[in-house]
C-alpha cells in the first residue's frame, strides 16, 4: 500500500512540474492566442423576431464527432437564434435508434422536425407519425427521392448523384484519364451514388477503393498500396474532407502524382485547394442544410410558406478551387463552411 | 504471502507429467516447435506466398514498405495487448485510448498555447492514468476486465467528444502544425527515412523497439514470470509471492504507454485529430494477439506472435488491394483470410504439441 502512495505521490510531483514547464514553454505561434486574434466574427446573433418561442428537433444519421454534422448543426442554431427557436438535436447512425429518436421527440410534441432520410425505409413510418401528429417535418441532406411521398414539407439538400456528375465533368476539363474514387464507410447509400455519379460523366475510367474511415493510418496505407498498385492512375476522389490530406500523403509515400480533389470543405481543404496540394472540392453547404431547414420551418409556422414548391431546394453541388479558397478559408475556420 | 511451505513445481502453463520437464535437453527444432508463435510465422508464410503470386506488386520493397507502415500501426498496440492477453485480461478501451492521447496533446498544447512537447508530456501522464485506472478498478473490484474496460471504453468515447466540443467548438481538433516544437515531435512520432531507396516509417520501428523490450521482459526478467504466473491462475500465483496487484496494473499501464506513442503518432501524422475516431481498432489488436498464438484464456503467448499476427494482418488487408480485387467483397476477403491463417495456425501448433 505505501508503495502505490508513494506512486501517487511522485506522480502528483510529476503533474506539477509539467504544469509550471507549461506556463514557461509557451509557442509563439499557432495555438489558441491566434485563434482568439482572429475570432470575433461569428455574432452569437439576437432573435429578429418575436414570434412564440417554438421547439424544433433536428435528427440525424450522423456518426458520433462528424465534422459535416457539426456545420449542419452550427448553420440550424444560428437559424434558431435569429427566428427565436428551441433547438434541439440529436442522431444515430443506426436507423432504428434515429428513427426511435424522432418518435421520442414527436412524444414530446416539439413544433417541427427536420430530418434525414439516409435509410429512408427505416424513418418512413415515423416521418408519417409526425405527419398524423401535426408536426411539420422538412427532410435534409439525403432523402430527396422519397421526402415528397413520405409527406414531408420539403427537402433541403444536395442530390448525391448530380454531385457525382459534377466532379466527373471537372475530372474531365482537368483531362483526367484514371480517377479513383475513395469510400469510407461501406455500405452508405449516398457514397456509392456520389461514385456512381461521377462515373456516369467521367470519360475515363473509375475504380472504388473501400477504406476504413474511423482509421486514418488504415486509409493512408490502403490509398498508398492502391496508387503503387496501379500507376495509370492520374486522380483520386475522396468524399469527405478530413480524409483529403490523408490521401495528399499517401500520394507522396507512393511517390505518385496523381491529383487529390474532394467532396465536402473543411479548414485543410480550403489550404490544400491554396498551396495547390489538391485539385478542387466540391461543396454541397452544409450550414446552408441546417440554416435553411430552420428557417423554411419558420416561415411554414410563421406564415405557411413552402419554397421550392415542393421540389428539393438544392445546397449543392459547388465546385471550389484554388482561386475561391482564399475566400473560404476564414469561414472553414470558424466553422461555417 | 505467508505460508508457502509446499513447493509449487511448475506455476507455468507447460506443466508436463513425467520427468522434470527442467531437465531434459531439447534439440533447437524442438524448442522451435513448442514456441507460441510458430502457427503465426507458418500462417504468416502462407499468406505472404499466397499474395506474392496472386498480386504482381506485392513483393516490390515500396509496397512491402506500405504492409509493414499498415501493419506498425496495429503491432505497436498489440504488443502491450498482448502481455495483457498472457497475463489473463483485456482491454477494450486501447482502441479509443489512442485517440484519446492525440486529443489531448493536441488540446492541450493549443489551448494553452505551449510548445508541442508540453502537450505530449501532459498526454503521456493522462494516459498512464487512464491505464492505472483500468488496473486499479480491476483489481478491486474484482470485476471481470471486459465488464471494467468496456466501462472505460464508453467513458472515453464520450470524453473525446465532449472535451473535444467543448473546447475547440467543433468535433475534430485544430491543426497545431504550425506551433513550436511541432517539427521535432513529428521526426520522433511521425517521420519517414529512406534506407536504400525505401521508404521506412519511423512507426515500424517503434514497433520493432517494443516488441524487443516486451519479449525481453517475459522471457528473461522476474516481472516476465509474474506475467505467465498471473496469467496462468492468479490465485496460485499469489500463494507464491507474485505481487498480482502490480503486475496487472503495469500491464493495463503498458497498454496505455502504446496507445500514447501510438496517438502522438496520429496527431504529429495528420495533424488534427477526428474525435470520433479509434473506435473498433481495439479488436484489431486483440485479433492480432490471438492470430499470433496468444491464448484467450491467459498464460500462453509472446510479443514476437503478436508481431507477426498484425503483419498478416497488414498484408491481408494491403493485399487485397494490390490484387485488385473487387472491392465489394473486401471485408469477405479479409475475415476468410484471417480465419485461414488462425486455422492453420491452430493446425500447425497441434502437430507440434503432438510432436513433443
Redesign the interface.
Known amino acids: 500500500m505505501a508503495r502505490v502512495r508513494r506512486g501517487a505521490r511522485a506522480v502528483t510531483a510529476l503533474l506539477a512540474a509539467v504544469l509550471t514547464a507549461s506556463l514557461a514553454g509557451c509557442s509563439s505561434t499557432g495555438g489558441k492566442r491566434a485563434e482568439e486574434a482572429r475570432a470575433a466574427q461569428t455574432a452569437g446573433g439576437k432573435a429578429a423576431v418575436n414570434t412564440p418561442r417554438w421547439t424544433f428537433a433536428m435528427v440525424t444519421h450522423s456518426g458520433d464527432g462528424d465534422t459535416f454534422w457539426d456545420i449542419v448543426q452550427n448553420g440550424a442554431r444560428q437559424a434558431a437564434d435569429k427566428d427565436n427557436i428551441k433547438f434541439v438535436y440529436g442522431h444515430d447512425k443506426e436507423a432504428q435508434r434515429q428513427s426511435q429518436l424522432v418518435q421520442s421527440y414527436i412524444d414530446q410534441k416539439v413544433d417541427g422536425l427536420i430530418v434525414t432520410l439516409a435509410k429512408p425505409d427505416a424513418m418512413k413510418d415515423v416521418v408519417a407519425r409526425a405527419e398524423k401528429a401535426g408536426i411539420p417535418v422538412i427532410t435534409v441532406n439525403s432523402g430527396a427521392e422519397v421526402s415528397k411521398a413520405y409527406g414531408a414539407l420539403t427537402h433541403v439538400g444536395q442530390d448525391e448523384t448530380m454531385a457525382g456528375e459534377a466532379v466527373g465533368e471537372e475530372l474531365n476539363k482537368r483531362g483526367r484519364k484514371k480517377a479513383l474514387c475513395v469510400l469510407h464507410e461501406q455500405g452508405n447509400v449516398g457514397h456509392e451514388q456520389r461514385c456512381d455519379g461521377t462515373k456516369k460523366t467521367f470519360k475515363g475510367e473509375l475504380q472504388k477503393l473501400y477504406v476504413e474511415g474511423t482509421n486514418m493510418p488504415d486509409v493512408q496505407s490502403t490509398i498508398e498500396a492502391k496508387l503503387q498498385s496501379d500507376r495509370d492512375i492520374d486522380s483520386v476522389v475522396t468524399l469527405g474532407a478530413p480524409f483529403a490530406p490523408t490521401a495528399v500523403k499517401a500520394r507522396e509515400q507512393a511517390g505518385s502524382d496523381a491529383e487529390i480533389d474532394t467532396f465536402d470543405l473543411n479548414a485543410k481543404v480550403a489550404d490544400g485547394l491554396e498551396d495547390g496540394s489538391l485539385g478542387f472540392a466540391v461543396d454541397q453547404q452544409p450550414y446552408l442544410q441546417g440554416y435553411q431547414a430552420v428557417d423554411l420551418l419558420w416561415l411554414y409556422k410563421y406564415n405557411a410558406d413552402v419554397l421550392g414548391g415542393g421540389k428539393p431546394v438544392f445546397t449543392g453541388p459547388q465546385v471550389i478551387t484554388k482561386k475561391d479558397a482564399a475566400a473560404l478559408r476564414e469561414y472553414t475556420k470558424r466553422g461555417t463552411r | 504471502m505467508s505460508t508457502a511451505d509446499t513447493p509449487v513445481k511448475d506455476s507455468g502453463p507447460r506443466g508436463g507429467a513425467g520427468p522434470d520437464e527442467r531437465l531434459v535437453h531439447r534439440s533447437l527444432a524442438r524448442r522451435l516447435m513448442s514456441r507460441p508463435e510458430l502457427g503465426a510465422v507458418v500462417g504468416a508464410a502462407a499468406v505472404f506466398l499466397f499474395f506474392s503470386f496472386a498480386?504482381d506488386?506485392f513483393l516490390?520493397a515500396?509496397?512491402l514498405s506500405?504492409?509493414l507502415?499498415?501493419s506498425s500501426?496495429i503491432g505497436i498496440m498489440a504488443v502491450p495487448v498482448a502481455l495483457l492477453m498472457i497475463g489473463g485480461e483485456f482491454d477494450l478501451s486501447a482502441g479509443v485510448m489512442v485517440v484519446s492521447s492525440a486529443l489531448v496533446s493536441s488540446m492541450?498544447?493549443?489551448?494553452?498555447?505551449?510548445?508541442?512537447?508540453?502537450g505530449v508530456?501532459?498526454s503521456l501522464?493522462v494516459t498512464l492514468?487512464i491505464g492505472v485506472f483500468n488496473g486499479f478498478l480491476l483489481t478491486r473490484t474484482k470485476l471481470p476486465s471486459f465488464i471494467i474496460t468496456l466501462g472505460t471504453f464508453f467513458m472515453l468515447?464520450g470524453l473525446?467528444?465532449g472535451f473535444?466540443k467543448l473546447i475547440s467548438?467543433?468535433?475534430?481538433t485544430?491543426?497545431?502544425?504550425?506551433?513550436?516544437?511541432f517539427d521535432s515531435a513529428r521526426a520522433l512520432f511521425a517521420s519517414?527515412l529512406s534506407v536504400g531507396g525505401v521508404?521506412i516509417q519511423v512507426t515500424i520501428l517503434w514497433w520493432i523497439g517494443l516488441v524487443a523490450l516486451a519479449t525481453w521482459i517475459l522471457l528473461r526478467t522476474r516481472a516476465g514470470n509474474w506475467i505467465f504466473a498471473v496469467g496462468g491462475g492468479a490465485d496460485a500465483a499469489r500463494a507464491v509471492g507474485v505481487p498480482v496487484t502490480?503486475t496487472r496494473i503495469g500491464l493495463y499501464m503498458g497498454v496505455a504507454l502504446a496507445a500514447w506513442i501510438s496517438g502522438q503518432?496520429?496527431l504529429f501524422?495528420?495533424d488534427?485529430i477526428?474525435?470520433?475516431?479509434?473506435?473498433?481498432?481495439e479488436f484489431l489488436y486483440i485479433i492480432a494477439a490471438a492470430v499470433g498464438g496468444c491464448l484467450m484464456t491467459g498464460g500462453y503467448g509472446s510479443a514476437i506472435g503478436a508481431a507477426v499476427g498484425a503483419f498478416i494482418f497488414?498484408m491481408a488487408?494491403?493485399g487485397i488491394?494490390?490484387a485488385?480485387w473487387n472491392?465489394d467483397w473486401?471485408?469477405f476477403f479479409l475475415g476468410a483470410m484471417l480465419l485461414l491463417a488462425t486455422l492453420l495456425n491452430a493446425w500447425v501448433r497441434k502437430r507440434a504439441e503432438a510432436t513433443k
Open positions: 498480386a506488386t516490390r515500396s509496397s506500405t504492409v507502415y499498415a500501426t492541450f498544447s493549443y489551448q494553452m498555447t505551449a510548445n508541442v512537447w508540453v508530456g501532459v501522464l492514468a468515447t473525446n467528444l473535444t467548438g467543433t468535433v475534430s485544430k491543426s497545431i502544425a504550425d506551433m513550436e516544437g519517414h521508404d502490480r503518432h496520429l501524422s495528420y488534427a477526428q474525435s470520433g475516431d479509434g473506435v473498433g481498432n497488414g488487408s494491403k488491394v494490390y485488385q472491392p473486401y471485408k
